[in-house]
């Protein structure tokens, strides 16, 4: 998918959600540990701070699932919300691009994940809405505020209400870390990378990890 059609993309599927013209949306991508710590897993003798975790959380059909239902698997990984006006559905495509551009064989080791940090309004069915219009194979994952707050802490991750917006009850948007993490099968954190990463960029470090 070309740039011009990413961007055609991204405005077609946001052009509905109450909040796809709303200010004040803030993503960072600095989470709650230094961006240094956030890069490709050191010497294992290194002394590093630990991402990821043991998690509850519900999927998009409303069953509860855990990290064990993904081990196995490599995992991409995104925290966002559905009413994200711009950088949520571009990363999520991004990863469901470079997933796609692996052969079968390789693609079929990969999930990725969406966890809401708006589980106020993120229901299973909104999620499977939003994820059914970026793209097939995607999980999203929502769950009560404290397993919210668990996971994020988990993987390192900011979020809160956008100031600018914090007075409204339902109209609201969220600032968030905005790394694509990506795990290993065994579920070891193994690099993050920086919204906005391309394709082909994620596509090359994502080769370089898979085992033969």
Known sequence: MTRTLKALFVLLLLATPPLAQAQGHNHTDKPLVEVKDLGSRPDPAAKVTKVGGPFTLINQDGQTVT??????????????????????????????????ELPPEQA???????????????????????????????????????????????????????????????????????????MGPDGAFLK????????????????THLKP
Request: aromatic share 14%.
């Open 67 to 100: 990290e064990k239902d993904f081990a196995g698997f490599y995992q991409l990984i995104f925290f966002g919300f559905t009413y994200c006006p711009d950088i949520c559905p571009t990363e999520l495509q991004t990863a469901l691009e470079a997933v796609q």
């Open 108 to 182: 079929k080791k990969f999930k990725i994940l969406f966890i809401s940090i708006d589980p106020k309004r993120d229901t299973p069915a909104v999620l499977k809405a939003y994820l059914n219009q970026i793209g097939p194979g995607l999980t999203g994952l929502t769950g009560s505020p404290d397993q919210i707050a668990a996971v994020a802490k988990a993987y390192k991750v900011y979020y809160g209400k956008s100031a600018e917006t914090a007075h409204e009850e339902q109209d609201y948007l969220m600032d968030h870390s905005s790394f694509l993490y990506f």
């Open 192 to 207: 993050a990378f920086s919204a906005g990463t391309d394709t082909e960029t994620l596509l090359k470090a994502l080769r």
